[in-house]
């Protein structure tokens, strides 16, 4: 994966798979430091699966042996002189930080922010995220369980909300992308 809000993606993509009912994604950025954090309350990860979950050939499908996500994100945050922490409890939740210097040759482009963040609330009506972004003198809160009690009763994946959450995206995130 070329972009970071794509690594960003297949690690929330993880979390809907353990059936997290609340996801937080956190991204902030300083002079020195890019931090992204990914925290959840799905079904965690077993203890001897934790211990490898960075090699390529850990997973928890079944319906094949390798999981590429977090071994290509680790393989990335490794190459720039980064770090990820992975901390999970069986039946509480996952949580990654992934800590990257902010300028580094290998750190990939951000890639389509609001085209990730807007693709997990349209796909996944179910779940509740809260997302805080501090990028590039942006900063950003949004929750989707705030927009739930603003529609009354009106799906969070209706054409109207939908068209809606992607303006204020757009507005609140422009140029955030590259």
């Known amino acids: 994966m070329k ?21 937080f994604l ?16 799905g079904k965690g990860i077993p203890k001897e699966i934790l211990e490898d979950i960075k090699s390529p050939f850990t997973t928890t499908r079944k319906t094949r042996r390798i999981g590429l996500g977090i071994s290509l994100f680790n393989e990335v945050i490794t190459n ?14 996952t949580e990654i930080i992934a800590l990257l210097p902010s300028f580094h040759w290998d750190l990939p482009p951000w890639g389509d922010i609001v ?6 609330i349209a796909t996944s009506p179910h779940i509740d995220f809260h997302i805080k972004i501090f990028l590039r003198g942006k900063n950003f809160e949004f929750s989707t369980k705030d927009i739930k009690k603003e529609i009354n009763g009106l799906p969070i994946n209706h054409p109207e909300v939908l068209s809606f959450i992607h303006n204020y995206l757009k507005e609140n995130l422009g140029g955030v992308d590259s």
């Open 3 to 23: 972009e970071l809000s794509l690594h960003i993606l297949d690690l929330i993509q993880n979390s809907i798979e353990a059936n997290a009912k609340n996801i």
């Open 26 to 41: 956190e991204i902030k950025e300083n002079d020195n430091e890019i931090m992204i954090r990914i925290k959840d309350d």
């Open 80 to 93: 720039c002189g980064g770090e990820l922490q992975i901390m999970s409890e069986p039946g509480k939740g």
């Open 115 to 120: 085209g990730t963040i807007y693709s997990i």
